[in-house]
């Protein structure tokens, strides 16, 4: 490649760029104190934040995985840019004109092949929606616009989402954009045009309505194309193919015009055409995306979670909207195989006429496609009710197939504290009692058929009355009596460092309630805590510990409160302890060296914390 970028103008690119904007139009940033901000790392699979960027030293920096660099750096790692590319990117968008140094063979026309490939390919995409769009007000695209009227698009609309038409003819853009200067490979590879067997190259995309795809920053990258015509044999939607600058397993159609809103409102509705992102933003559901030609995968997760910011303390809501029929229920379906990290947030609506958001809005207005989004249904339930409803629940057979094909869903439930909740909700559906079902649902999670006598549940319950019961009890008195001293320091121990069932319900109730830190006591919190128990007894209980005497004479301080909350964790931390040491006498250091070490610093870095921990416990004694 020819020429370089003059070190001048690089310097100037870094110092007018804002770090945080370019970052932001991938990853949703919240601040992190002292000016700086964090998000979920894109170039490593996390669940709590640990991408750091420094606005104000323009650097950015993942303590997970160790990436780190400046503005340049980040484009090229997260969208696969050359350096140049980088470069001209940021360039154009802080309006600087690049200045750039020829090589000896460089010739006097070196100017355009040294741009970079993206670059080149966005601008062709660019030139062709302008032709594109400027088609569709032509006679031959009548057809075209009738098709958006009839789905309730007007003009606007079509302007808005820069709806287009592929006229007629073997190579009416391919031709415009040789004469704008675009050369024969880079409309190949950006997939605008294809040569023919003869030879000579033609348009991907004829006689069809178009929808420009364009990446998270707004840049076009592709097409999807509808068939409109009898006689067209293509299939009905035509997308561009795979390319540089075009993956279908990461684009998401309407996501430029949504992420904004997806990160406001911490929810995303996925939904299946380009129709129904139009029609849902126009009746005020700003947050639609949609897959383009392909199903929802992994990738796509990937794009969402850093838009929601999800992790455990920001829970994002993912909402698909299906047809009821077969193909968007198995859709559904393999939503919950894929990650189950996100099975809990994940939402279902179907429409009960069966119809998609374009043709709702149609029948029954806007108000109508609103109420369908906010009448989800959580996947689960809904995985639960399709599985049921392939058997006769009349019969005992068919009572207990359903309850062998369903105890694996509620098994995989990621989120623990849930499935005592399901297990009555399944018995219920079921119509069986609570023990055979909850029998089956530990079976199932513990990989043993449900008939292999009776299932011991993988973590031995504590007795009630042991050490490490009482001081979880304790930890819950005080949050539930004393919220406004347990406040921040109950908050952060989490869920799982408790050990007994029941309490971890509670616990995940104060959590659901708001959080120990934001409540201000009396029977207001009570009441708060106990609607938000998942279960009977989780509710007993939290009428009990709200009057039971706090285990210290006098009135509780800061201190007992600390003391309370390091003697629960070491009470947890000695158990992975042990749970570790079990493993590492179940790994042979020579074959397994890497695992071997790495549960090794595991197991020291843990004991360390529980030195801290007794530390902390012994505090107050
Ligand atoms: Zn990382």
Redesign the pocket.
Same mark, same amino acid.
């Given at each position: 490649m020819a020429g370089r970028i003059r070190d001048e103008d690089i310097a100037l690119v870094r110092e007018r760029t804002s770090i945080e904007e370019v970052i932001s139009d991938t990853v949703t940033l919240k601040s992190a104190g002292a000016g700086n901000l964090k998000g979920l &790392?894109p %170039?490593?699979d996390?669940k709590s934040p640990? %991408?750091n960027v420094s606005p104000a030293r323009n650097v950015w920096y &993942?303590f @997970? &995985? @160790?990436?780190g660099g400046d503005a340049i750096k980040f484009l090229m790692d997260a969208e696969h840019l050359s350096f140049v590319e980088a470069v001209e990117r940021l360039a154009a968008r802080a309006g600087l004109q690049l200045r750039y140094v020829e090589d000896d063979r460089a010739t006097p026309r070196a100017s355009r092949p040294q741009q970079g490939q993206r670059q080149r390919l966005v601008a062709a995409h660019a030139a062709a929606v302008e032709f594109y769009t400027a088609q569709l007000t032509t006679a031959g695209a009548r057809t075209a616009r009738e098709f958006l009227a009839q789905r309730g698009f007007d003009r606007a609309a079509a302007e808005r989402y820069g709806c287009g038409f592929a006229p007629e003819g073997w190579d009416p853009l391919t031709k415009h954009l040789r004469q704008r200067g675009f050369s024969h490979d880079e409309l190949v590879t950006a997939g605008l045009s294809r040569p023919a067997r003869s030879g000579s190259l033609i348009d991907r995309f004829r006689r069809r309505l178009l929808w420009p795809i364009r990446d998270l920053t707004g840049d076009v990258i592709g097409f999807g194309a509808r068939k409109l015509f009898d006689d067209d044999d293509g299939p009905k939607y035509l997308n561009t193919p795979e390319t540089p600058i075009y993956k279908k397993s990461h684009v998401l159609y309407g996501i430029d015009q949504a992420k904004r809103e997806i990160a406001k409102q911490g929810r995303v509705v996925v939904v299946e055409g380009y129709t129904d992102v139009m029609a849902c933003h126009l009746a005020g559901v700003p947050t639609a995306v949609a897959t383009c030609g392909t199903a929802f995968g992994a990738d796509h997760i990937g794009v969402l979670r850093r838009l929601l910011l999800d992790t455990d303390a920001v829970a994002g809501e993912i909402i698909f909207t299906f047809d009821g029929d077969a193909a968007g229920q198995k859709a559904a379906l393999r939503a919950f195989e894929d990650d189950q990290r996100f099975v809990g947030r994940t939402f279902i609506a179907v429409s009960p006429d069966n119809m998609d958001p374009c043709d709702l809005r149609l029948a029954k207005g806007d108000l109508a496609v609103r109420d369908l989004v906010a009448r989800r249904e959580p996947l689960v339930d809904f995985a639960l009710r399709h599985v049921i409803s392939r058997f006769d629940l009349d019969t005992v057979d068919g009572r207990v197939e359903a309850m062998r094909r369903a105890a694996p869903l509620v098994a995989k439930l990621k989120d623990q504290e849930k499935r005592p909740e399901y297990v009555r909700k399944l018995a219920g559906d079921l119509g069986m009692e609570i023990e055979p079902v909850q029998r089956a649902v530990l079976a199932a999670a513990s990989g043993r058929p449900a008939d292999g006598g009776p299932a011991r549940s993988a973590r031995s319950e504590p007795a009630v009355d042991s050490p490490q019961s009482m001081v979880e009890r304790e930890a819950l008195k005080l949050a539930l009596q004393e919220p406004v001293l347990a406040g921040p320091m109950f908050d952060a121990v989490e869920a799982t460092d408790y050990r007994h069932p029941v309490h971890v319900v509670v616990r995940a109730a104060i959590a659901e309630a708001g959080g120990v830190a934001a409540a201000t006591g009396g029977a207001v919190w009570i009441e708060a805590v106990r609607d938000a128990c998942a279960d009977l007894a989780a509710q007993a209980l939290v009428g009990e510990l709200a009057v039971e005497p706090l285990r210290i004479d006098g009135e509780p301080d800061p201190r007992y409160v600390s003391v309370t909350m390091a003697r629960l964790q070491w009470g947890s931390v000695t158990a992975r302890i042990r749970d570790l040491k079990s493993r590492i006498q179940r790994i042979n250091p020579v074959n397994n060296k890497d695992e071997y070490f790495a549960t090794f610093g595991e197991l020291l870095s843990l004991e360390q914390h529980a030195r801290a921990l007794r530390e902390q416990a012994a505090g107050g004694l």
């Open positions: &790392c %170039f490593h996390e640990s %991408f &993942c @997970g &995985c @160790g990436a």
